[in-house]
Nanobody
């Protein structure tokens, strides 16, 4: 059973930075891609960032230039470094891992941007 466990969420001031992580029980290269989605109250879950097995990142336009996704294969962990945070970034952030015909999800970590 694939497990994805997010950590690192919290409360941060607008303009601040926060890093969240997602640890898995599997080797990262077993997945076609891993990434992050987010869901704010009353809104649909949306794509934030992903990285494919070759290490190529993709970002949503709303976070491009502010967020950076990275991975540590030895630790079986991916990270999302979030800079210049805005109140509209407030969401539950979910880790996602994809293999052909299947997608796995973590339980999410809350990120709140507020003064």
């Amino acid at each position: 059973q694939v497990q994805l466990v997010e950590s690192g969420g919290g409360l941060v001031w607008p303009g601040g930075s926060l890093s969240i992580s997602c640890a898995t029980s599997e080797n990262l290269f077993d997945f076609n891609s891993m990434g992050w989605y987010r869901q704010a109250p009353g809104k649909e879950r949306e794509f934030v960032a992903s990285m494919n097995v070759n290490g190529n990142p993709t970002y949503a336009d709303s976070v491009k230039g502010r967020f950076a996704i990275s991975r540590d294969d030895a630790k079986k962990t991916i990270y999302l470094q979030m800079n210049s945070l805005k109140p509209e970034d407030t969401s539950v952030y979910y880790c996602n891992a994809k293999i052909p015909c299947r997608s796995y999800w973590g339980r999410g970590t809350q990120v709140t941007v507020a003064s």
